[in-house]
């Protein structure tokens, strides 16, 4: 009699099929798997969306002036007696007593007055996107009352409606500047290092002469040449062109390396040696190649731009009222007594640095995604 023999039979499991993908699916999948990466990438999309959309996120017409550094109205789901209602927060009242420090009127929540807050509340009136008329907001009181939930400044003007304002001049600036230094310096860079020889080393000694100069006592020389009655527009320019011209100088160098390692590779010779013109070669096949590290670098610059706009807008040589960005907004902050009795006035701090680390972040997992090894 036999005996029954059993068989196994082996399956073979497909490997994941990841042929033919484009060189950006790549990096996307590789981006994907970067949870840092991935947090600065929605970070900036809520940034720029933040941006785009800022009179529909304020609260408060930012120019609408109220109770001087009245305090965050906090966002509150029980009443006094602690039982559980909607959503709400109280009005800001001027007491009678006057602060020690200050001599200002103490303000406080007034509990015998709640606001009930909703979602798309109507408010002051504003054109989305510069077209639509509308009075919707995202978030609000429902009988359209303004309130104050980072407080407000020393002209009683919302704290988080000039946030949100004063996104779109410093992320334009930085955005603007950064555009200018990628444009100028990849050219200069890859033609430089195309081509070499004597015009490479002229050309290298310009840019070591840039990269020489002090920047941050040029910034304050350089804009203190404006007149103070000068348009808020032309001052604006005039300090974008500032920190352009000074910081392409870096963007050329890295690119330049890039571009010497990449016009020895055998492609290029061979492109060379069938009558390619120049033009094609620098930007057909050099290009391309040095596009993943400029994309990284412009998601590290960003954040340098924004600190260095801060800081200039806090000594008052970057914007001008009646523009709102946050470097301006951290002017009221020049004091420790305003400070230590205000404190929510340093809330634009907690955003550029939400935009530092978004950035930073964004730019450290592109430098993984794009690195073949």
Same mark, same amino acid.
């Given at each position: ?7 196994? @039979?082996?399956?073979?499991? $497909? ?12 990096? #996307? ?30 609260? /408060? ?8 550094? !009245? ?5 509150? =789901?029980?009443? $006094?007696?602690?039982?559980? /209602? ?13 602060? $020690?420090?200050?001599?200002?009127? =103490? @303000?406080?929540?007034?509990? *015998? ?7 798309? /509340? ?20 429902? &009988? ?5 939930? +980072? ?8 704290? +988080? ?43 290298? %000694? ?5 990269? !020489?100069?002090?920047?941050? $006592? ?6 203190? +040449? ?7 527009? /032309?001052?604006?320019?005039? @300090? ?23 016009? %020895?590779?055998?492609? @290029? %010779?061979? !492109? ?6 120049? %033009?094609?070669? =620098? ?42 960005? #946050? ?6 902050? *020049? ?8 404190? #929510? ?8 640095? =939400?935009?530092?680390? !978004?950035?930073? *972040? ?8 794009? &690195?073949?090894?």
């Amino acid at each position: 009699m036999k005996a029954d023999v059993q068989t196994t @039979v082996i399956v073979p499991v $497909p490997a994941p099929h990841h042929g033919n993908e484009t060189y950006s699916a790549l990096v #996307w999948r590789r981006l994907r798997h970067s949870w840092t990466g991935m947090a600065g990438l929605i970070l900036v999309c809520l940034l720029m969306l933040m941006t785009v959309f800022a009179e529909f996120f304020a609260p /408060v017409d930012p120019k609408l002036t109220g109770v001087a550094f !009245a305090p965050p109205q906090t966002i509150s =789901i029980t009443d $006094p007696d602690g039982s559980l /209602v909607w959503p709400r927060t109280y009005r800001i009242g001027e007491g009678t007593e006057l602060d $020690p420090i200050t001599f200002q009127p =103490i @303000v406080g929540p007034d509990y *015998a007055n709640p606001l009930n807050l909703g979602f798309f /509340v109507k408010g002051f009136q504003y054109r989305l996107l510069g077209l639509i008329p509308t009075d919707r907001h995202f978030f609000g009181a429902v &009988d359209g009352t303004p309130v104050n939930f +980072l407080g407000t400044d020393k002209f009683g003007r919302d704290v +988080l409606s000039r946030i949100f304002y004063g996104s779109r001049v410093s992320l334009m600036i930085a955005l603007t500047v950064v555009f200018i230094i990628t444009v100028v310096g990849t050219t200069v860079g890859m033609v430089s290092g195309y081509f070499g020889g004597r015009f490479d080393a002229w050309m290298q %000694r310009f840019v070591e002469l840039v990269l !020489a100069f002090p920047q941050l $006592p040029l910034y304050l020389a350089l804009t203190s +040449l404006i007149p103070v009655t000068a348009p808020t527009n /032309v001052f604006l320019a005039f @300090v974008i062109f500032v920190m352009s011209a000074l910081g392409w100088a870096q963007m050329s160098r890295e690119v330049r390396g890039k571009t010497l390692a990449l016009a %020895r590779i055998e492609y @290029v %010779r061979a !492109a060379m040696a069938i009558g390619a013109t120049d %033009r094609r070669i =620098i930007f057909q096949h050099i290009f391309p190649n040095v596009m993943s590290h400029v994309i990284v670098a412009v998601t590290l610059a960003i954040p340098n731009v924004v600190l260095l706009e801060s800081f200039l807008g806090f000594l008052g040589f970057a914007v001008k009222p009646p523009l709102m960005s #946050w470097g301006l907004m951290l002017q009221d902050t *020049a004091t420790y007594s305003v400070i230590g009795s205000y404190p #929510w006035i340093l809330s634009p701090v907690a955003f550029v640095l =939400i935009t530092v680390f !978004a950035f930073n *972040a964004l730019g450290d997992g592109l430098r993984d995604a794009v &690195d073949p090894y």
